[in-house]
């Protein structure tokens, strides 16, 4: 048979482009696609537009070789495969980007003049990259750490990069402790181990010496550090910025994400779990949730306090491990982010996306935060070794929408062809072009600040209590939430090898609340110490007097407990894209299947239907339903609840198949949302836990598909029943 000839493609590069209708179109999409491709119905080619007749076969000297030097195709192909690696970001490495928008609700030009947050009508086009902080690129999504939330904003000002945490503090107040940090928290230089893992000597030796630590570890090691979802996390600045308004009047400002599906976390073992079935998942469950449109969707809020509260309270807020309490300054909710597009190319936008802190606008600048002010140093620097040079900025995903003009020139990689004779200002041979821009054309303007100071190498006492917020944030956990704490740090310290540094930390911990420490001594077959050996800050300077670090008196502005820090007090009120499993096998009640999914689905659920093997079961009306995964595949820690459906044979399949009765346990386990019709109760019975619960709310058992959809619906909004956890009847 002849081959079908390719026809000759003759397109020039605007005519391709025209293919690529990005959705949704705005400033940065439009200008995205000018260097997007799209390889269907086109012809391949070499790097330099040569059409390529054999990609299969490199140029021989006769069919069993030696291949040619000469082969310039073959040549160019596995060069650039050789090359094709750039060094992963030195922390953050494993990470996930989305497009999006953002619209701001009200004008807030009373407190800032920046553009985007000025004009109700804007939409701002926006990319964001969700990131572990210590593993490498491939690493699971699931482990125990902080998350990063870095936000980039496309504005008509230039780009506005919000680079912050899923937790609203840091381990340290200074940058100059950050590569410690980052050493200590990393796999341990010897042998490289463990990977994505806080629980090892060299964390909890750095972390036991670092008092000012305290507050960030109990965020770290609750359940904020175990999202769910990138969808259901908050996203904080952390450090204090400032807000600008036009008449040059500055505010402080604390920034946040508040996700609108809550924020919620999943079990420490079940986390473990997910590590191995799909350590994808928080990559995926993102993916997914975009492309079938469930879009992500987050609100900016803003806790705004007037210059002349600077010192109103018990903490400073230049110190990065503290918070402002959003009962002492309440978070406005000012606006709304919805993450709609994924990213074409995972490396050309999410690897190459270079965020930095640096990146202001007119209407948002720094404060003093030494952290803050460390970090404006740093994010530039590493995209130099990181992008390979100093035209990063020229990469599509970090080009603001706007077009820029200024006098740098050259470099690897330059892109831009500059025309003219001048790059450089002043200048007559150019009529100065391009121009400097006044303040009130909105050139940018550092705020000017007054200052009057030796310089030291210091930290003001205000900086010295590092406990009572650790301690409001223990406070204000429920008690499943407490027990979490407790049990992460046993498991942590429990990895720790050597003991003095246990000892050490039992020490901190004393300091936050000691029945918090007495609980982890316990595990760990400690003794807490004595009261005149606890540690203080150990973090002092070579002539530094130690006596004058000590930890300040506890302070809480009257503060005992802040309910906003608790998971437990989240909204509850959805099951929208939430994953659901149904277990059935051949011989099914069709409608006892159909029903619920049909109802679950209704209320925006993604709903799989599960059985012994894949393809197809049939009902006992002879019904065909499809089935999406088998137990081979699936697993429970990969769904939000499960449902057994009922049908005489199914059921006696479903009790006798280990598989689905372990699918049940673990679930339970997990604290998960459990239905099932009333004819499949004897698939529970054949569980751990059916016999030993009484009244559990999250078990629902019933005949009537109606209210068992609604009872199911409403369990599954609850997220989980951690009450089931202490008599652990699961064992595991
Ligand atoms: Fe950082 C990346 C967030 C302190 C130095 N940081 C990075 C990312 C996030 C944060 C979300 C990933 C951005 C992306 O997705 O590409 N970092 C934080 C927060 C901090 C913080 C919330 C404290 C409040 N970071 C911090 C300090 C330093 C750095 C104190 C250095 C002095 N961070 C970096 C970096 C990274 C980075 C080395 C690695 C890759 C990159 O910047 O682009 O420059």
């Not at 600045?237 to 600008?244: D, E, N, P, S, W």
Request: include cysteine; glycine fraction near 6%.
């Amino acid at each position: 048979m002849e081959k079908k000839k390719p026809s000759p493609k003759m397109g020039t590069e605007a005519a391709i482009d025209k293919k690529l209708a990005p959705q949704p179109e705005n400033d940065k999409t439009t200008q995205l696609a000018a260097h997007t491709r799209d390889a269907a119905g086109e012809n391949m080619n070499t790097n330099t537009g040569l059409p390529i007749n054999d990609d299969q076969n490199s140029l021989k000297a006769g069919d069993r070789g030696p291949s040619l030097l000469e082969d310039f195709i073959l040549r160019e192909k596995i060069t650039h495969f050789d090359h094709e690696r750039i060094p992963e970001r030195v922390v953050h490495a494993r990470g996930s980007g989305a497009h999006g928008v953002f619209k701001v609700y009200e004008d807030l030009s009373p407190v800032t003049k920046a553009k985007f947050l000025n004009d109700t009508a804007r939409e701002t086009p926006v990319f964001v990259r969700f990131s572990t902080v210590a593993g490498s690129r491939g690493s699971t999504d699931l482990a125990r750490d902080v998350r990063g939330f870095a936000v980039r904003f496309y504005t008509p000002e230039g780009n506005f990069d919000l680079v912050g945490n899923n937790m609203p503090v840091f381990f340290i107040q200074d940058a100059i402790k950050f590569p410690d940090l980052i050493h200590a928290v990393k796999p341990e230089p010897d042998n490289e181990i463990p990977q994505a893992a806080s629980a090892h000597d060299t964390f909890w030796d750095f972390i036991s010496l670092t008092p000012e630590s305290a507050h960030m570890i109990m965020w770290a090691m609750s359940d904020r550090a175990l999202p769910r979802s990138y969808r259901m996390m908050e996203g904080f600045g952390v450090h204090t910025f400032r807000l600008i308004n036009e008449e040059g009047k500055a505010s402080f400002v604390k920034f946040h994400w508040k996700p609108l599906l809550g924020v919620h976390a999943v079990a420490w073992d079940e986390a473990q779990n997910i590590s191995g079935k799909d350590p994808d998942f928080h990559r995926r469950d993102l993916w997914d949730a975009i492309e079938s449109g469930a879009y992500p969707e987050y609100e900016l809020g803003i806790q705004v306090i007037p210059e002349e509260d600077e010192f109103k309270y018990d903490f400073d807020l230049l110190d990065s491990t503290k918070l402002v309490p959003e009962e002492l300054v309440p978070v406005q909710r000012v606006g709304k982010l919805t993450l709609n597009r994924n990213p074409d190319n995972f490396f050309a936008e999410t690897e190459q996306v270079a965020f930095h802190l640096g990146h202001v606008v007119p209407g948002i600048d720094f404060t003093n935060d030494p952290l803050l002010q460390g970090r404006l140093f740093s994010y530039t620097d590493t995209q130099l070794t990181r992008l390979g040079g100093p035209n990063f900025q020229e990469i599509p995903i970090n080009r603001p929408i706007v077009p820029v003009y200024n006098n740098q020139r050259d470099g690897f990689m330059r892109q831009t062809i500059n025309r003219g004779k001048t790059s450089y200002n002043p200048n007559m041979l150019g009529n100065n072009d391009p121009q400097q821009v006044p303040e009130a054309a909105g050139g940018f303007v550092s705020y000017r600040e007054r200052i009057e100071a030796r310089k030291l190498r210091l930290r003001n006492k205000s900086f010295f209590d590092h406990f009572t917020q650790a301690a409001l944030f223990f406070n204000s956990q429920s008690d499943p939430e407490k027990n979490h704490i407790v049990d992460a740090l046993t498991f942590e310290l429990g990895k720790v090898k050597t003991v003095a540094i246990r000892e050490r930390m039992l020490g901190l911990l004393a300091q936050i609340d000691k029945g918090l420490a007495t609980q982890v001594a316990y595990g760990l077959g400690l003794h807490l110490p004595a009261a005149d050996k606890l540690p203080g800050n150990l973090n002092v300077p070579a002539d530094g007097d130690p006596a004058e670090y000590q930890s300040g008196p506890i302070k809480t502005n009257g503060l005992i407990k802040s309910d906003a820090l608790s998971m437990a007090n989240t909204i509850k009120d959805s099951i929208k894209s939430r994953k659901i499993a149904i277990l059935t096998a051949d011989g099914a009640d069709a409608g006892s299947v159909t029903n619920v999914k049909t109802a679950l689905e209704n209320e925006g659920a993604v709903v799989e239907v599960i059985a012994p093997r894949q393809g197809f079961v049939i009902a006992e009306n002879d019904e065909q339903i499809e089935v999406d995964q088998s137990f081979l595949t699936a697993a429970s820690v990969l769904f939000d609840a499960v449902y057994v459906a009922g049908g005489t044979n199914a059921v006696a399949t479903l009790e006798a198949e280990a598989n689905a009765v372990h699918f049940l346990n673990e679930a339970f386990k997990h604290c998960k949302a459990i239905a099932a019709h009333a004819d499949a109760e004897q698939v529970l019975d054949a569980t751990y836990f059916s016999k030993k619960i009484e009244n559990d709310e999250g078990v629902i058992v019933s005949g009537d598909l109606k209210q068992l959809s609604a009872d199911f619906i409403n369990a599954i909004k609850q997220h989980r029943f951690w009450e089931r956890e202490k008599p652990r009847l699961i064992p595991a």
